[in-house]
């Protein structure tokens, strides 16, 4: 039997200490009570938060040269491992030593009741009662439709719905680089031919603009600027959709469009898993991987009670698909955003008129002091006497003219 797992991800990429902890939360409760030991390798790379062109160019050459020692170094007797995201090589050097693992990554369906986990492993694993049906997901897409109020099924425009990606990312990696869609114009330019109109939707977390100005230029592209994704999925606006590896492109099918993959390579993903179902049926992945007997296990169920909406995407991230929910939190959090900057405005005209209030105040009292200055004047012998030498004067003068 197995008696230590090792929870890991790529160990040269950043930002993946997260995506580690994450998975080790989520199964390590379950792996531990089996009496096995649990563990996380996590390395300084993958502990900066944000990439720099450094920790980018550490992570190509790693995938450019196969990288492995940090393997090598690891003790992996009795052990096996956990992965998120692990790169090809990984898998099969541990092939090669007969380490049973299992890779874990989000699913490419965003749009389905929560985030679902795509699972590959070294043996042999019928994982088809742990998976969604295709009848599940329509549902999903039919519900999101409505939400979007797409409820007349009309005709779909002749549009190609052009999504980018992230320029550094696994899934764009292709001969030992990272791809990028002028690698694709050929590819682009047939499929352009096909279509009266194209859109171009940017990824959420890039500002290409010399990229919009080469489509621009070559296809007079349209932005997209719908609040959402799906929202243009739902319409009739477009009727097929393509990009070098999205995970828009597994999604689109089920809203009735065309889907074209601009690298015949992208990968393709198995069955979506819901986090429940592997802990209700945990003796279907977890007795091979461990090498044990789980047949008789009951807990599954109870466990899996307490599994909260929407968890996953609470752990994870919500990967570019909003629930109703959140916008509403959203909406909120920027409203009181609102009211917080109102309220401080108004603070600050308080305060101002307060400070205006005072100096009338004192200017009210200094015209006071001085109208009673005036009268004391007005009333005193000194200026009646001037006051009628004044008169005699004026007369005089009056006179000698």
């Not at 959709?241 to 809203?255: D, K, P, Q």
Request: hydrophobic share 35%; with cysteine.
């Amino acid at each position: 039997m197995i008696r230590k797992v090792i929870f890991l991800g790529d160990l040269y990429r950043s930002c993946q200490d997260r995506n580690v902890y994450r998975l080790y939360h989520l199964f390590s409760p379950i792996i531990s009570s089996l009496g096995v030991d649990c563990s996380c390798l996590v390395t300084d790379e993958n502990k900066v938060f944000k990439e720099s062109d450094i920790e980018i160019k550490i992570w190509m050459e790693a995938f450019q040269n196969k990288k492995i020692h940090r393997l090598d170094n690891i003790d992996l007797v009795d052990t096996a491992i956990i992965g998120f995201e692990l790169p090809d090589y990984y898998l099969s050097y541990l092939d090669k030593k007969n380490i049973k693992w299992i890779n874990f990554s989000i699913h490419p369906l965003r749009f389905l009741d929560d985030l679902y986990f795509s699972l590959d492993s070294s043996f042999e694993c019928n994982t088809n009662s742990l998976s969604i049906t295709d009848e599940y997901i329509n549902l999903c897409a039919s519900l999101l439709q409505l939400r979007y109020g797409n409820i007349n099924n009309s005709k779909k425009k002749s549009s190609l719905f052009f999504f980018g990606q992230m320029p550094h990312d696994k899934s764009v990696w292709f001969d030992n680089e990272f791809k990028t869609v002028e690698s694709y114009f050929d590819t682009l330019d047939s499929l352009a031919e096909k279509y009266s109109h194209i859109l171009y939707r940017k990824h959420p977390h890039v500002h290409d603009n010399e990229l919009y100005e080469k489509l621009s230029n070559r296809y007079d592209v349209e932005i997209d600027d719908s609040s959402s994704a799906y929202e243009l999925l739902c319409s009739n606006r477009v009727s097929a959709v393509c990009a070098i590896s999205s995970s828009i492109l597994v999604e689109a099918r089920y809203f009735g469009l065309e889907s074209f993959y601009l690298e015949n390579r992208a990968k393709r993903f198995r069955n979506a898993i819901s986090y429940k179902s592997l802990i209700n049926k945990k003796s279907i992945w977890l007795s091979d991987l461990l090498d044990c007997n789980l047949e008789n296990s009951q807990e599954g169920k109870k466990l899996s009670s307490v599994i909260t909406t929407n968890l996953l995407r609470d752990v994870f991230g919500y990967w570019g698909y909003d629930t109703e929910d959140r916008k509403l939190k959203s909406c909120v959090a920027h409203l009181s955003n609102d009211i917080a900057h109102l309220s401080n405005d108004v603070a600050c005209l308080s305060k101002n008129i307060e400070k205006q209030d005072y100096q009338i105040e004192r200017l009210l009292q200094e015209v006071e002091s001085l109208s009673e200055f005036k009268n004391e004047i007005l009333l005193s012998r000194s200026w009646k006497i001037t006051c009628a030498l004044k008169k005699i004067s004026n007369l005089t003068r009056s006179f000698n003219k």
